[in-house]
C-alpha cells in the first residue's frame, strides 16, 4: 500500500559513513523489496548514495572537514547546509532518522527530530569516550537508540542509561579482495619485482594537505635503503574532480622535488591494503581496514598546530588510533603531529618489510582486533543487517499498519 512505503531520513558526512550509508541503503531495499514496498530515501550523502536513490538534500564533502579549528573555520557553511536539512525535515516529515557518526551536524539534527516526534537512530557513535563527554546528554536527550561498532563502547553508554548496542564494525564483514597480486599490478602500471607499500593520507582534502607531504618525504628515505620498493597512494572516491586534481598535483609536486619516485595513483584502497607488504596510514577508517585486512602498518597524523595544542588538553584516551584502543595495547607504531618526520616512520615500518619478529607480531595482534571486531553478535548476522533490522523494528512500532519485512 502507498501509505506502507516509509521516509527514512539517512545521514552520512564523510567518506567511511557515507560507504556504511550506501550499505544499509542496500540491504533496506532488499528487505523492503520482498514486500513490495519502496522505501523513500532523503537527507545527506554522496555519490554513492545518491546513485542508489537518496535525494540528496546536501552533499557530504560540501560538510566534511576535519579538527577544531578547521570546523570552526567552516561553522558559516556547515551550519548553511544545517538549516538545509532541518528545513527538509519540517517539510517532509521522514518516519525516522538513521544518522550516520558526524556529530557535528547529526547531534543538532537529533534534536530536531525529537521536537517532531521522529524516532532516531545514531549509527556509528561520535568518540564522546575521548573527549567532549558533556555531550552525552544530548545523546540521552534526543537519541532513541545509538548503535555502536566498538566493543567498549556499549558499556560506556549503557553505563550512562543510554540504549545502546554494539552491532560489530561493518567492516568486519566485507570479504577480502579477491583482485590477485597480477590483476592488482597489471591494473595499476605496478611492478611485480618490487616491494609495494601503501600510502593513503585520508579521504578528505584537508588530511591529504597535511599528511601526504610527511608520507612522499618518509618514502623517499625509505627508498634510500631498499631501492626494490614502489608506492601506492590510493584516492577517495568521496573527492571531488577538483580535490582529486589538487590531490594529483601536490603528489607529483611534492615527488618531483623529492627526486622521482616510484609512486602510482590507485583508486581501491582496500585492494591496495590487500597487495601491498606495508603502509603508512592516515589514522581514522583505514587503520581498521588494514588491520582487518592484516597488513601491517604504521599510524601517522597532522592536524594544525591550534588543534594539537587543544586536543592534547581534552583527548582522555591512552591511543590515538582505533586499532590500539581495540587492542588495549600499542600495537601499531603511532607518529603523531611532531613525531610524524621521515626518519621515524622509516625507524618504525622497515622492521615491518621483512619476515621476523616484528612482523609477525603485529600480523598476530591485527588479527586479534579482527577477532573483537566480529564479536557480539551470531555469526550469521552482519554489522549493515543488524542496524537494518533495528531500522525495520523502530518504523513497524511507529507504522503499525506496515507489513511486516
Not at 82 to 94: G, H
Not at 107 to 113: D, G, P, Q, T, V
Not at 329 to 346: G, T
Request: net charge neutral.
Amino acid at each position: 500500500m502507498p501509505d506502507q512505503s516509509p521516509t527514512i531520513f539517512l545521514s552520512a558526512g564523510e567518506a567511511s559513513g557515507e560507504h556504511y550509508g550506501a550499505l544499509l541503503m542496500e540491504e533496506l531495499i532488499s528487505r523492503f523489496g520482498s514486500s513490495g514496498i519502496e522505501p523513500r530515501f532523503i537527507g545527506m550523502g554522496g555519490n554513492r548514495m545518491e546513485a542508489l536513490g537518496l535525494q540528496c538534500i546536501v552533499r557530504s564533502e560540501d560538510v566534511a572537514v576535519m579538527g577544531i579549528t578547521e570546523i570552526v573555520r567552516h561553522l558559516p557553511q556547515i551550519y548553511r547546509e544545517y538549516r538545509k536539512l532541518k528545513s527538509a525535515i519540517q517539510t517532509l516529515r521522514p518516519d525516522i532518522a538513521v544518522l550516520i557518526d558526524f556529530p557535528d551536524i547529526h547531534l543538532k539534527l537529533a534534536s530536531e527530530f525529537q521536537r517532531l516526534g521522529i524516532p532516531v537512530i545514531f549509527f556509528v557513535s561520535p568518540q564522546l569516550w575521548a573527549w567532549k563527554k558533556g555531550r552525552i546528554r544530548k545523546v540521552q536527550r534526543f537519541v532513541d537508540r545509538m548503535l555502536v561498532i566498538f566493543p567498549f563502547e556499549e558499556p560506556f553508554y549503557r553505563e550512562r542509561s543510554v540504549d545502546a548496542r554494539y552491532v560489530g564494525h561493518p567492516l568486519a564483514d566485507l570479504p577480502l579482495p579477491a583482485i590477485t597480486t597480477e590483476e592488482f599490478a597489471k591494473a595499476n602500471g605496478l611492478d611485480p619485482e618490487r616491494t609495494w607499500i601503501g600510502l593513503l593520507p585520508g579521504s578528505r582534502i584537508k588530511e591529504i594537505r597535511l599528511n601526504l607531504p610527511g608520507m612522499l618525504a618518509s618514502a623517499r628515505l625509505l627508498l634510500k635503503n631498499n631501492h626494490g620498493l614502489q608506492f601506492v597512494l590510493p584516492l577517495a572516491p568521496t573527492l571531488t574532480a577538483m580535490q582529486r586534481q589538487e590531490a594529483l598535483a601536490m603528489a607529483e609536486a611534492e615527488a618531483q622535488a623529492l627526486g622521482k619516485l616510484p609512486l602510482k595513483f590507485v583508486d581501491d584502497a582496500r585492494a591496495t591494503l590487500f597487495r601491498c607488504r606495508a603502509s603508512i596510514v592516515a589514522s581514522g577508517t583505514a587503520t581498521v581496514e588494514a588491520a582487518l585486512i592484516g597488513n601491517p602498518f604504521v599510524v601517522v597524523y597532522r592536524v594544525s598546530p591550534l588543534t594539537y595544542a587543544i586536543a592534547k588538553r581534552v583527548v582522555t584516551v591512552p591511543h590515538v588510533a582505533m586499532v590500539n584502543l581495540v587492542a588495549d595495547q600499542r600495537l601499531v607504531p603511532e607518529l603523531i603531529q611532531d613525531d610524524f618526520h621521515p626518519p621515524a616512520v622509516v625507524q618504525a615500518l622497515e622492521p615491518l618489510l621483512a619476515d621476523g619478529p616484528a612482523r609477525s607480531k603485529m600480523v598476530a595482534g591485527l588479527a586479534e582486533v579482527g577477532r573483537k571486531l566480529r564479536s557480539g553478535r551470531a555469526a550469521e548476522e552482519t554489522a549493515i543487517g543488524t542496524v537494518a533490522g533495528e531500522v525495520l523494528a523502530m518504523l513497524q512500532n511507529g507504522k503499525p499498519g506496515m507489513a511486516q519485512v
